[in-house]
């Protein structure tokens, strides 16, 4: 069996490798390639393409982008032409995988779209072209399932990774340990992003906000979490701070019993909330998104 699995951006990455890894207990000879990034790497997944060349977001970056992402589309479908897979995933990154998806869909590929686009909060008018990009939703919040039912969807709840993630891992015990917290000592993680562009854009902030931290409050424990696609050199000037740095990808990674959290807005906002962490959420879009925005 050949499977087409694609992610852009480090949370798809994660759930998609788990996604395979449960699969692959299940058929252990099945074949996964796809746009991929460091987490379904390590899970066998032949990348065809690399997540980082798509993993842009806004209206100007993604813009300027746009040949190189056509170029990714068309080398993908190009590869699914000569090598056929059975059934394609297509892990969040709607941006993108609605247009991927119409076309492997025209090829005669069944689509399957892992996470669904938040078309309830925003956006409402790209049900059709999500109609046509996919032959079924695996939905991760409860409600979906009905809300996309009602217009026509299928859609089938299987459960919410970040909740699973988050429900195991480290103790505040192990954390404090894993970062060398005195018991007392306050622990506050910053959050960049895991988008290399995120990081550029908010990282002179968190290291301001690290510094106020390092003023302003007795003896803080500091702690950076990194996703796989981002380089620690992105992340020096944190470190250099005092922040400690910590891989996402280490196993029992968990931010439970954190004092409190300043995290760039995306998948860490359910993640902090399901750990219980009071949080400040922060996000630094380029000039032409935050004018479009407004409007």
Same mark, same amino acid.
């Given at each position: 069996?050949?499977?087409?699995?694609?992610?852009?951006?480090?949370?798809?990455?994660?759930?998609?490798?788990?996604?395979v890894?449960?699969?692959?207990?299940?058929i252990?000879h099945?074949?996964?390639?796809g746009?991929?990034?460091?987490?379904l790497?390590?899970?066998?997944?032949?990348a065809?393409?690399h997540?980082?060349?798509?993993?842009?977001?806004g209206?100007?970056?993604?813009?300027?982008s746009l040949?190189?992402?056509?170029?990714?589309?068309?080398?993908?479908?190009?590869?699914?032409?000569?090598?056929?897979?059975?059934?394609? !995933?297509?892990?969040?990154? &709607? =941006?993108?995988?609605? $247009?991927l998806? +119409?076309?492997? #869909? *025209?090829?005669?590929?069944? %689509?399957?779209?892992?996470?669904?686009?938040?078309?309830?909060?925003?956006?409402?008018?790209?049900?059709?072209?999500?109609r046509?990009?996919?032959?079924?939703?695996?939905?991760?919040?409860?409600?979906?399932?009905?809300w996309?039912?009602a217009?026509g969807?299928?859609?089938?709840?299987?459960g919410?990774?970040?909740?699973?993630?988050?429900?195991?891992?480290?103790?505040?015990?192990?954390?404090?340990?894993?970062?060398?917290?005195?018991?007392?000592?306050? !622990?506050?993680?910053?959050? &960049? =992003?895991?988008?290399? $562009?995120?990081? +550029?854009?908010? #990282? *002179?902030?968190?290291?301001? %906000?690290?510094?106020?931290?390092?003023?302003?409050?007795d003896?803080?424990?500091?702690?950076?979490?990194?996703?796989?696609?981002?380089?620690?050199e992105q992340?020096?000037?944190?470190s250099?701070?005092?922040?400690?740095?910590?891989?996402?990808m280490?196993?029992?990674?968990?931010?439970?019993?954190?004092?409190?959290?300043?995290?760039?807005?995306g998948?860490?906002t359910?993640?902090?909330?399901?750990?219980?962490?009071?949080?400040v959420?922060?996000?630094?879009?380029?000039?032409?998104?935050?004018?479009?925005?407004?409007?």
């Amino acid at each position: 069996m050949k499977i087409f699995v694609s992610a852009g951006e480090a949370s798809g990455d994660a759930h998609a490798a788990s996604l395979v890894r449960r699969l692959r207990a299940v058929i252990p000879h099945v074949q996964v390639y796809g746009i991929s990034g460091p987490s379904l790497r390590e899970q066998g997944c032949v990348a065809v393409e690399h997540m980082e060349s798509l993993n842009v977001m806004g209206i100007s970056e993604v813009l300027r982008s746009l040949p190189r992402i056509r170029r990714v589309k068309q080398h993908i479908l190009n590869h699914c032409t000569r090598n056929r897979p059975d059934v394609a !995933v297509l892990v969040d990154f &709607p =941006g993108f995988h609605m $247009q991927l998806g +119409a076309s492997l #869909r *025209g090829m005669g590929i069944p %689509v399957i779209q892992y996470i669904a686009p938040k078309l309830w909060a925003w956006g409402a008018w790209r049900l059709r072209r999500l109609r046509r990009s996919q032959d079924r939703i695996a939905s991760i919040l409860p409600f979906e399932e009905q809300w996309f039912a009602a217009r026509g969807l299928k859609a089938t709840y299987v459960g919410n990774p970040s909740a699973y993630a988050c429900a195991t891992g480290w103790t505040p015990e192990q954390l404090r340990q894993r970062v060398d917290a005195e018991q007392e000592q306050p !622990v506050v993680a910053l959050l &960049p =992003g895991s988008r290399p $562009q995120e990081i +550029a854009r908010h #990282r *002179g902030l968190l290291e301001d %906000v690290a510094a106020l931290l390092q003023q302003r409050t007795d003896n803080p424990r500091i702690i950076v979490p990194r996703a796989g696609n981002i380089a620690p050199e992105q992340l020096a000037g944190l470190s250099s701070l005092g922040a400690c740095i910590v891989d996402r990808m280490e196993p029992g990674f968990s931010l439970r019993g954190v004092d409190a959290a300043v995290a760039v807005s995306g998948t860490a906002t359910l993640e902090l909330a399901l750990w219980g962490v009071p949080t400040v959420l922060v996000y630094r879009a380029s000039p032409l998104t935050a004018l479009m925005a407004r409007r």
